[in-house]
């Protein structure tokens, strides 16, 4: 049997978790595979794809579906079909304190600078070329550098706002 990895994740409210790889991973990132959203009341990885969310199974990880166990509907592990808590069966809820942030990690401020310096040195570079367009007569070339170097220095003021 193979080793499934891991990765172990802060939560907002600085308990750490730790769950597949897969959860968090550049796959989750595709809408049809889950992702990792937090955890339950009840103490479940919730995860989410096609718009729901849903708990995994304690027993395996996995989606809990409708089964028959003997004569009675139940709710059962997608993996094993061991019988799991009915409300693994629903649409689950996640505890605000218990919400994973992927950003969890924010780029360095000096990472930061240095990005931002290099836009402001490529909004220098766009108004020069405007300012040229303009002294040949070519108006029209001149306000769309104009207006894209307006919009790049807007960014760019908010982002020193921000970091």
Avoid at 8 to 35: A, K, W
Avoid at 138 to 153: I, P, Q, T
Wanted: glycine share 10%.
């Amino acid at each position: 049997m193979t080793a499934t990895a891991t990765r172990t994740v802060r939560l907002v409210s600085g308990d750490e978790v730790t769950i597949p790889e897969s959860l968090v991973g550049p796959e989750s990132l595709h809408t049809d595979n889950p992702r990792f959203v937090g955890m339950s009341p009840e103490g479940w990885v919730v995860v989410e794809a096609y718009g729901l969310r849903y708990g995994l199974t304690p027993c395996c990880g996995a989606s809990a579906k409708g089964s028959m166990v003997g004569d009675e509907p139940a709710i059962v592990c997608r993996a094993c079909y061991a019988e799991v808590d009915p409300l693994l069966g629903g649409e689950a809820t996640v505890n605000p304190d218990d919400v994973w942030q992927p950003d969890e990690d924010p780029i360095d401020p000096e990472s930061l600078g240095l990005v931002l310096d290099a836009a402001t040195e490529r909004v220098e570079a766009l108004r020069a070329t405007a300012k040229e367009c303009a002294a040949m007569g070519s108006h029209v070339a001149a306000e769309r550098f104009y207006a894209k170097a307006s919009r790049l220095a807007e960014a760019v003021g908010n982002l020193r706002q921000i970091g």
